[in-house]
């Protein structure tokens, strides 16, 4: 099957690479996916790389019930505003036999008492436990990760970006004071920051939500959002400072240092099975998918050009001494929280003799493998080696003795450079407007910096002329003061407005 | 809080240890338990050690849907007996404010077309998937494996032991033959062995589960089973050849050999969180938990004794060449499908001053931490550290550039003789018995190898006199003809009845 072209539907392109390049696929229920083995190993390179980054900052994790009473979803009075519209309810715990032949039907004398909501976050069952784990000063901080399934009742749905369920890792932490929560609802943001640039070779504007934006429930919100190909910007993660807000709704007092009671100050964050959509937009070509080496389930392939088995022996023979290299060999990734941080090099031989050499090229692109050796008798004869380069289409003819080193210094260079390539991407497409009509026609073709009061009037009016909304105020440009682009009312700062996932 | 002593009452006791260990307790939705970091971290070495294994023997991670359309589970008629009774339904997916003001309520506009079941198992909708991905003998074997949530509408529970929501793995194979399906669930059933034996430090015998005992839809069900201290096994983990009765609800067909379509053979299998169940109650002892080094979220905990902060700092100080090395050091397992196994030591220094060291000794044995140095002024001016081993509670005093070493050997060696201690506890308490008197006698102090006719009445029979059912038809015993003990009827082999979890 061929790949809609990026330039003639973006959107229908997604669809097909997902699905052909087998991240993932729709089910036989409603909204949600079935992932993939390619496309769940590269979700378990995210898993383990981010919690290793959450451990290093303090973090446990730990596990809460997927159900949910109804009666907590109602305490924190916005939060149920912002999820009671995506409940999947559980209403019965019992089948039966039709009476009438037809199957099986639901008991009717299986009722529960209280209807359990499956999980659309754990803010409200987290905090009931915290409740009873957090007494003294001396309990906080209390780190909380988990890593879990999450549910949410979509009308439209598309995979890794919006489905019925997904999964995701959900940080739930307390504090004794709101100054230390809301640095750790920052720190957060800046390990989510850091790892999209550095894993996911991703760049994004780090910013703070505008109020109508926020979680339900939040006081703050932080997000990095990086841009897509067609300039959408993905929302890929939020950090919330929570204030005393679910403290007060699930009563998780403390006793403070002056003795006193006093409710906890909280946080919360996530980022989920999406960030795949954010790699597939952000780096992919017309080949496929370009996958970052730190995330990629395969680093190099290896497609051997063959007649017999000897033929493939032969090969075999000639590439084991630098393959033996390359599994005790790792490539590096540097990171501001996790340093230093090492990768096995993943090596596959497709020795398929049902298959062309010219069909795996076509397959190992699709897939975003980041190198290819493609090799045969006349190589081994020569003592040469092919590298193919995903990321920029080069061939490298090398000695085969340089075969181990040339590949751990391409998959470094390669991760800096497919995060190079989106960082002035994001920057060749970032604008700055300061009339309406001028921005009108900017937000078509990117983000755009531009000034506006801050009213929820003028952001509705905006969104509904141009699609864009405000994703942030960003925190590394310059605050400068200056005037509504439409109703020409002081504006106190410039913030980053485009069309969004 | 004192620990119920074990003889006391044994029920009580685990209860006591799982919550005063840190490792679960009951959360606001019955049934349903929080894994408390602690415990947590136990579930995590257990999972990323199997998943290493599963790895190893072909198997890829991917993930399905949390939800199953009602009509899947019909499909297999023996499976949805097995589990209409246990099933939670989704019926409906929006909440609303109540029109007469009284809190939320489930919008009844809202219902679903068809309920959905929260996965009580995922043959259903795995098989569906496998459909559409299997076309040819070429597509097979096919060897998936899934780390989940899945929840049954239990009626009485006991942390980790039997919980409404509990995390396990999920393997569903698909093959060519009839043959490689059975050699494949006996293969998995070994990697199950080969875990509780060299990682869990747990004897089990494996076997296979008589007719009536088997998984719903399964026509082989092989079973590891572990003998608790209170004499009864624990179901630990089950290994399914399924046949084609899942392919045939399903129609999962593929294209053989001889070009002619046939349904597939099928596996499944899982082990859970039950399994931290059974360390508790195979190793605990009077003081608290006893861990296998090999699955303990802390190797070494050090409590310094001192009065001042430079007490503190000399003493890290004297340690700390021996803790960097250490940081280097690893400890391995040898085990049949990882072969050489390596660990880090994890290594914790406790330095809060509002506990005194006692406390702290009693704490950290409660919990099960392998090894503990308690290390003042004098052991630094004499150049001595005093190691403590929880598993049979010696203490060793050791010069202090012996440290690293010993740390990493006692480790391995702990492991092996906590396995060693627990064998000799199950053959210590495995009998033969050819007399029904005699049986009753001893099927209350331990597993009783006895004959029986097969017929599920006689099991019956003497599941309502002794509470004593099959456990399995072990692999490891020579089969030996005899008569039944009740019926004088002919018995092909003798099988193993105990109480059981």
């Not at 988990?146 to 999964?167: D, I």
């Not at 141009?466 to 605050?479: N, S, V, W």
Request: overall charge negative.
């Amino acid at each position: 099957m061929a790949l809609t072209p990026r330039a003639e539907d973006y959107s229908a392109r997604y669809n097909d690479l997902v699905q052909q390049a087998d991240l993932a696929e729709n089910s036989a229920v409603k909204g949600c996916m079935v992932i993939k083995p390619y496309g769940y190993a590269i979700w378990e390179n995210i898993r383990d790389i981010l919690d290793k980054a959450f451990k290093k900052t303090g973090h446990q994790n730990a596990y809460f019930p997927l159900f949910i009473p109804k009666s907590f979803l109602s305490k924190e009075a916005s939060h149920v505003e912002g999820f009671a519209k995506e409940c999947r309810v559980v209403t019965h715990y019992r089948l039966m036999n039709d009476p009438e032949g037809k199957g099986i039907i639901v008991d009717p004398t299986s009722k529960l008492e209280e209807e359990l909501i499956v999980r659309p976050t754990s803010e409200t069952i987290i905090r009931d436990s915290y409740r009873n784990w957090i007494h003294s000063y001396r309990d906080l901080p209390l780190l909380i990760n988990q890593w879990a399934n999450v549910t949410r009742a979509e009308m439209r749905t598309r995979l890794f970006l919006r489905t019925s369920e997904f999964l995701w890792q959900e940080g739930h932490t307390a504090h004794a004071t709101a100054e230390e929560a809301d640095i750790e609802a920052r720190k957060m943001a800046d390990v989510y920051y850091d790892f999209a640039k550095n894993f996911m070779a991703m760049h994004s504007y780090l910013w703070e939500k505008p109020t109508h934006e926020r979680f339900a429930g939040a006081i703050h919100t932080y997000t990095f959002e990086p841009m897509m190909q067609d300039f959408k910007a993905l929302q890929a993660g939020t950090s919330h400072d929570l204030g005393q807000n679910f403290a007060k709704a699930f009563d998780v007092q403390f006793t403070n240092k002056n003795n006193e009671q006093e409710y906890v100050y909280a946080t919360s964050r996530g980022i989920s099975t999406r960030l795949i959509g954010g790699l597939i937009m952000a780096h992919g070509d017309d080949k496929g998918l370009v996958l970052p080496p730190a995330l990629a389930p395969i680093h190099l392939v290896i497609v051997p050009i063959f007649k017999s088995e000897e033929d493939i022996a032969g090969i075999k023979k000639y590439l084991s001494p630098e393959l033996e290299k390359l599994e005790k060999s790792v490539f590096t990734v540097q990171s501001e929280f996790l340093d230093t941080w090492k990768s096995d090099i993943k090596v596959t031989i497709d020795e398929d003799d049902q298959k062309s050499p010219g069909w795996k090229y076509n397959e190992y692109e699709l897939k975003g493998v980041p190198l290819r050796i493609a090799i045969g008798k006349r190589d081994v004869e020569n003592g040469k080696v092919e590298l193919y380069r995903r990321d920029t289409g080069e061939k490298l003819l090398i000695t085969i003795d340089e075969l181990s080193n040339t590949v751990t210094k391409l998959l470094e260079e390669m991760q800096l450079s497919i995060y190079a390539k989106h960082a002035a991407f994001t920057k060749e497409n970032t604008y700055t407007a300061d009339s309406y009509e001028d921005f009108r026609e900017k937000v078509e073709k990117g983000f755009v910096l531009a000034h506006r009061d801050g009213t929820r009037e003028t952001a509705e009016q905006i969104q509904e002329e141009t699609k864009a909304t405000i994703r942030c105020l960003p925190f590394d440009y310059p605050i400068e003061e200056g005037v509504d682009m439409i109703t020409g009312n002081k504006s106190e700062r410039r913030v980053i407005f485009a069309k969004s996932y």
